[in-house]
């Protein structure tokens, strides 16, 4: 899903880079309202732990039948944990390592923030969200229908993103784009399978050990 | 002085990450639980053109860190870069919104 340097067209770098900054200035105020709490200030390490275990899990890849490999992206599950707009700059920030290391290009970082920070992390949750308002109406847990959602979301989104970074290579036309979106789309949907378990599973066991990290209960309508 | 056992959990997760990653590199790679295999996005390109042109793929940057090859090490690396760049950017917004918090009491 990191869109390598030279891929892309110029006009898609700009607006894809403008995207990401205004949506990444959207975040960093809509932040304040949870730093504005005394004790939030203890939530910076943890934060900074799950960023940790996202860039660890990126480095992981596990075979996918068909001579490709998949591995977490986390959009969706950092959305779950905490928060929309926190999801978007952990991934902003775990993508600009990534590229340090050639993980993804320096120049596309707005082109895959948008894909995996904005429709993994702002769009997942809100899929989450909707796939929760059905769950709610059952008697299904709390520890049971979020970890559920997180994964059927994740998947969603993770096709998604796959769905509008083809569309995205396809407008450099270096490759045709319904071959592109297909090629996408079609590989995702496998790769999906394991982003939705892994990210299920995260918060499954999150909810186990400290549930007090998920601070969008309230958000996700579930507290 | 910095208050080490507000601090101790989350030091001690850092820990185990670094070390769970490590052996899933180690034993994910030997027992081929883990892949080479390219990526989605890479399989879709070398589906459609080639992997040698994926990996003439022209950049305009070179990676900063790409010269690193070894995996245990460019892990952790990235891990601990990834830490401080989110603590500190995560400690800037705190830090203004507290600011501001006061400003307007």
Known sequence: ?223 | MVDWERYKWPIISIIVIIGVLMLMIAIGFTLGILSEDPDGLERALIDIRSEEWLEGLGSAWEPILGWIDNDYIAGIIGILLTIALIIAVFSLISHISKKMKSKNE
């Open chain 1, 1 to 223: 899903m990191h869109i390598p340097d030279g891929l892309l067209d110029p006009v898609t770098i700009i607006v894809l880079w403008i995207v990401a900054v205004f949506i990444l200035v959207i975040a960093f105020w809509r932040l304040n309202k949870l730093f504005q709490e005394e004790e939030s200030e203890k939530l910076i390490p943890y934060i900074g732990v799950l960023a940790a275990t996202i860039f660890a899990f990126q480095f992981v890849n596990y075979p996918v039948p068909g001579g490709t490999s998949g591995h977490l992206v986390g959009g969706t599950l950092v959305g779950v944990i905490l928060g929309p707009w926190a999801a978007v700059i952990v991934l902003f920030m775990v993508l600009v390592v990534q590229s340090l290391f050639g993980d993804g290009g320096i120049t596309a970082l707005g082109a895959n923030t948008f894909n995996m920070g904005v429709i993994g992390g702002i769009g997942g949750f809100y899929i989450v969200k909707a796939i929760l308002w059905i769950f709610n109406k059952t008697e299904i847990k709390k520890e049971i229908k979020v970890p559920i959602a997180t994964a059927i979301g994740s998947y969603i989104a993770i096709v998604l993103a796959a769905f509008i970074c083809g569309i995205e290579i396809g407008i450099g036309g270096i490759i045709p784009m319904e071959i592109a979106v297909a090629a996408m789309v079609f590989w995702h949907l496998l790769i999906g399978i394991g982003e939705a378990i892994i990210s299920g599973l995260i918060v499954w066991f999150v909810y186990k050990t400290k549930p007090e990290l998920i601070i969008t209960e309230k958000m996700l309508g579930v507290a």
